[in-house]
């Protein structure tokens, strides 16, 4: 049978080939340290579950809640902006509450975007920042993700030869996959650029107070002007250990939010109320959940580099995020993002995530993800060790894994 349109778009999903391999193995009774999925372990904070609970006994949150968020959530995010950033923003106007960012670009993609419409987008980078305009009708021209000196050449390449002219501009930073870091002078030369050429940014900023070494990453907003074209989203996921309770935002350029809010109103109610409250409450507090979360993924990191380096592969220290862009090791990068993926979970027990389900120009690197204690992640590298160090030739590691399926 034909697939449907929108289906045929897309590629297979990486992922789930691993996803399927890390089961298997599973079923066999293998004890495989998942650091793949970008799926925080962490509990959310107490204070913020007591709230949860505190607005669920009171039956009346539990009717239908407002797609763009309750009022005082949305006050808290805009507080939120110009307590972190400096950045103003107006509750009413300029914020909107979404099922976590990804909900949150998916239906912005679907509100902006005419049948083949040109997007500039960084390869790599989070799938749905792509695959959010290719669902939609739109056309993705790659970019570079360095945010260097060579980003603006490349916007400009990326317009000359672009019909029709460009809607859109995706950033990420700090990125996933790759941990990149952009700086204030960056995002200046970026907002002129898009100013001067009438061009969209969309900035997604999940992971802002996942950092650990320099300044804390600013936002695009901070550039003078910059509302003029842009929306950026958050997400509590990972700043608060939330991932399953799906809350983010959108904030921006009033144009911008008010296109997303009325797809939205037409999709959804909303998060549940007693989320929203809860959420609200966490964005109010004092700082604590946040620089304890912070911390955790610091000590992780630094654990993963010295523990991996030990065992033969050295993997450059993210300044940011909770991922490791890893370069496969040498003697295995002609396999490719994914037979190296496939190969870790089969003799090593570890999981990773392969750099090519990020985009192409990611194959030959894999995503660890720091979301297993620094005691699993040591024992991760012990298995890694002894996989380096039996597998003399990695091609026949290929053909006997292969003659297993």
């Known amino acids: 049978m034909e697939e449907f349109h929108k289906v045929r778009r897309l590629p297979p999903y990486v992922f789930e080939q691993v996803n399927r391999l890390k089961a298997s193995a599973r079923s066999r009774g293998a ?177 802002s107070e996942i950092y650990f070494d320099g300044a804390p990453p600013p936002s695009v907003l901070q550039v003078p002007g910059a509302m003029d074209v842009t929306v950026e989203f958050t997400s509590m996921s990972k700043t608060f250990s939330m991932p399953g309770w799906r809350m983010g935002f959108a904030v921006g350029n009033e144009r911008l939010i008010a296109a997303l809010t009325r797809v939205k109103s037409y999709l959804d109610y909303g998060a549940f109320t007693p989320i929203q409250v809860a959420a609200t409450a966490a964005l109010n507090g004092d700082g604590n959940d946040i ?41 295995f990068r002609h396999l490719g993002s994914l037979e190296f993926s496939k190969l870790l979970i089969e003799q090593a027990d570890v999981a990773v995530a392969p750099g090519v389900g990020f985009g192409e120009h990611g194959d030959e690197y894999v995503r660890i993800a720091l979301v297993e204690n620094e005691h699993r992640i040591r024992q991760a590298a012990r298995n890694i060790k002894r996989f380096l160090s039996s597998a003399e030739r990695p091609s026949d590691n290929v053909v006997s894994l292969a003659a297993r399926r």
């Not at 979360?293 to 580099?305: G, L, S, T």
Request: charge should be neutral; charged fraction near 20%; glycine fraction near 6%.
């Open 291 to 331: 620089a304890e979360v912070r911390e955790v993924y610091h000590r992780r990191r630094d654990v993963m580099v010295d523990s991996f380096g030990r065992a033969g592969w050295t993997i450059p220290a993210p300044a940011a995020s909770m991922f490791a862009w890893a370069p496969i090791p040498e003697p």
């Open 31 to 207: 004890d495989i340290i998942d650091l793949g999925m970008g799926n925080p372990d962490l509990p959310t904070p107490k204070a913020i579950v007591d709230k949860l609970c505190e607005v669920v006994r009171d039956p009346r949150t539990h009717r239908y809640s407002s797609s763009r968020g309750i009022p005082g959530l949305r006050r808290a995010q805009a507080n939120y902006y110009a307590r972190r950033f400096g950045v103003k923003l107006d509750p009413d106007t300029q914020v909107v509450a979404t099922l976590g960012s990804k909900e949150g670009f998916a239906n912005m993609a679907q509100a902006i975007t005419a049948p083949g419409d040109v997007v500039l987008c960084p390869n790599p980078t989070y799938p749905i920042h792509a695959f959010g305009f290719i669902m939609s009708g739109g056309v993705i021209r790659s970019l570079q993700v360095e945010p260097n000196d060579g980003f603006i050449p490349a916007l400009e390449r990326g317009v000359r030869h672009s019909i029709p002219k460009p809607l859109a501009l995706i950033l990420n930073y700090p990125s996933n996959p790759t941990a990149l870091v952009a700086s204030l002078d960056f995002y200046k030369d970026v907002v002129a650029f898009a100013k001067k050429n009438e061009i969209i940014i969309l900035s997604d900023l999940a992971y």
